[in-house]
């Protein structure tokens, strides 16, 4: 079955730090790949997404993720946090056979200290 | 435009009890999804809807229950609710014919069993 893991579950940072949090997933074929982000108190709502094509990509708010296919990652990165980026990180996959199927990983809980 | 809405947002129901939670997609979308969130699984994948047709469903009991309405609102239902049915539900809408996972998300409906 197909997995996601994200291997922090609570990383905390100061402004100005830099971010990498890890996604890596299990599944052999041709994914579609994403970060979705929770804001205290919001919706979940899509930060970036990889289809196909360049394996950087850029997001809002000055995220990016790197899609590296013979190592199953999609890493989300910032190279400056803010305080405002304190918010749960989920990393998601989905094939294109299952259609709105997402498997999502367990989160990642960033708290950002001003 | 209006986003995803979910009714109610809060609601106590007792073991044995039914519940039906209720979804209005972005206007012009037709895919609507449903995800389970809890604290020890994460988000999990319920059902997918597109006019009217469960396209796709994930590994839960029978007990939970969807349908789509012409006017591409959804409702879930779960019967003979259990106190591990406590969750944030969540509905996720997209205009996309074919899913792609990117998807927009209400604010979600609290269920607490007691």
């Known amino acids: 079955a197909q997995s996601v893991s994200q291997h922090n579950h609570h990383v905390i940072l100061s402004e100005a730090a830099s971010l990498e949090l890890g996604c890596n997933y299990s599944y052999g074929g041709t994914v579609n790949l994403f970060w979705y982000v929770q804001y205290p108190g919001q919706h979940l709502q899509l930060l970036l997404k990889y289809f196909s094509g360049d394996p950087l990509v850029k997001g809002i708010k000055g995220f990016e993720a790197e899609f590296i296919k013979s190592k199953f990652s999609f890493n989300l990165r910032k190279p400056s946090v803010q305080w405002s980026d304190t918010a749960e990180y989920f990393c998601?996959?989905?094939?294109?056979?299952?259609?709105?199927?997402?498997?999502f990983g367990q989160g990642t809980e960033l708290s950002v200290k001003p | 435009k209006a986003g995803v809405t979910q009714t109610p947002r809060y609601l106590i129901k007792t073991r044995g009890q039914q519940v039906t939670l209720s979804c209005s997609p972005i206007s012009g979308h037709r895919s609507v999804s449903w995800y389970q969130q809890t604290p020890g699984q994460g988000l999990q994948f319920l059902f997918e809807?597109?006019?009217?047709?469960?396209?796709n469903k994930g590994n839960f009991p029978g007990r939970f229950s969807g349908r789509q309405f012409s006017n591409s609102r959804s409702e879930m239902n779960v019967s003979t609710l259990e106190l591990g049915d406590s969750a944030l539900y969540l509905c996720?809408?997209?205009?996309?014919?074919?899913?792609?996972?990117?998807?927009?998300f209400g604010e979600g409906s609290r269920l607490t069993v007691l």
């Open positions: 809807y597109f006019s009217e047709t469960q396209r």
């Open positions: 998601a996959v989905t094939t294109y056979n299952q259609g709105g199927k997402l498997i």
């Open positions: 996720a809408s997209t205009q996309d014919r074919v899913n792609t996972g990117e998807l927009f």
